[in-house]
């Protein structure tokens, strides 16, 4: 029979592979046999346990992410439901002072306005608490970020000044809950 002459570059076969592996595994030299299908089924089951380990940790992480952002939903819910609440309590010392005002009979002129600073006063102070600020821009130049201009008028002021304020604006920190309605000079016409 003739030689059949085996090709340089065919890919080994897993008979192959699997007697490479053994090679590695248990040289024949160095140690007494070993049942190898035995170390494999060993092999296989810690790989299934540490599989199963790492699937139950995965599973557990999830579930603790999925609290964590129900949580913070919750939180966010609230925050919008009741975060008005410390600036809603500051506001009833001044409804009070309205109602008290309204009910009081024969007060005099001077009592009255007494009166009404002092609930400007309650209420400046709720607006201080709640981080708002007045908008009166009388002089300022104009900015459309905070103003709306209702009317531009010759002045002798510089082009696109604020030069009166129909009705001020408010801020709450760094945004704008109402710009001030202003009037605005333009250059005086020859």
């Not at 190898?36 to 540490?50: G, I, P, S």
């Given at each position: ?17 699997e007697m490479?592996v053994?090679?590695h ?7 007494p046999?070993?049942d ?15 599989a ?14 999925e ?7 919750e ?56 981080h ?59």
């Open positions: 029979m003739p030689h059949k002459h085996k090709p340089e570059h065919i890919t080994p076969t897993l008979a192959d592979h490479t053994l090679a595994v248990a040289p024949e030299a160095e140690s046999p070993v190898v299908a035995t170390d494999l089924a060993t092999l296989l089951q810690k790989a299934e346990a540490d199963q380990e790492l699937r139950d940790a995965f599973l557990r992480a999830r579930a603790e992410t609290n964590v952002r129900r949580q913070a939903r939180e966010v819910a609230k925050a919008g439901k009741f975060g008005i609440e410390r600036f809603a309590a500051d506001l009833l010392a001044v409804k009070d002072a309205l109602e008290l005002a309204l009910i009081t009979e024969n007060a005099t002129p001077q009592q009255m306005r007494d009166g009404v600073m002092l609930t400007l006063k309650q209420l400046n102070t709720a607006f201080e608490k709640a708002i600020q007045v908008i009166d821009p009388r002089g300022q130049p104009f900015d459309p970020h905070q103003h709306q201009a209702m009317q531009m008028v010759e002045s002798d002021a510089p082009a696109n000044t604020v030069v009166e304020v129909f009705q001020r604006g408010y801020m709450i920190h760094d945004r704008v809950l109402r710009p001030a309605m202003v009037v605005v000079a333009k250059e005086k016409t020859a």
